[in-house]
């Protein structure tokens, strides 16, 4: 039911940080190849993908990458990750993390389809990295809006950002503010959900269902004030009045690699990310079937 497929995530993150490489729109080609794949990836699997695309100041048309499960009611789950990379690097755990757990959660919620009761849609997101993070072409606001317009009823938005990056070293995770450290661990061995305030009782909801994976799982709420907290496609959803959280292995609070060179396959841990995303499963799941 809930089996993990390790070789999937690893080819995945070596197909889109190794074989693909940078990928925006000063690496164009790179850019299209992903969207290309993953619309790929998400047939193969036996869905309908789409592509919701929109142009950059009328010289790119750049796209989303959209498959849906489960029946055609109003009510929605929206799980999302972003496939762009800031500057020009690999970008194997920011995001190609993410997006090898989108399509591996794609793969193994088809089997459930019969037992969904809610619709789950899945979005591989363009244009998340800096210049155009907090700004509305980025892919989730582009999406957020659209369901917004269309009268949408969503139970939650999950972003999944940065999933592959662990650390077994004590004083491995840093905080926003020291004081973190006397209720969270110091050790980087955790995945991470995170949600604003408003978003806390679909946070609890969905963090419920994550604790039979074989990780430790630690929820926070907090202010978009409190730094990294909105750093990801989820804050679009916040922007339209939807409820939304982050999975998360921290970023920059624990992965020294952040936006760097050196951001590379070989510096991820994939047990560690198998049973992130087995958490990840279970939340949708319990969900969608409820």
Known sequence: MDSVDKSYLQKIVHKLSVEIGPRNLDHFEALEKTSEYIFS????????????????????????????????????????AHYDTYGNQPGADDNASGVAGLLMLARMLKAHERDMRKRI??????????PFFRSKYMGSYVHAKSLKDNDIELLGMISLEMIGYYQSDESSQEYPIGLMKLFYPDTGNFIGIVSNISSRGFKKKFSEYTKKADINVETLSAPSALVGVDFSDHINYWSFGYDAIMVTDTAFYRNPNYHQHTDTIETLDFEAMSEAVRAVFHGLHGLSTK
């Open 41 to 80: 990836e998400f047939s193969h699997m036996g869905y309908e993908p789409e592509k919701q695309t929109y142009s950059i100041g009328g010289i790119n048309d750049v796209e989303n990458i959209i498959a849906g499960i489960g029946p055609h009611s109003s009510e929605r789950i929206v799980i999302g």
């Open 121 to 130: 849609e899945f979005v591989a997101y363009t244009l998340e990295e800096p």
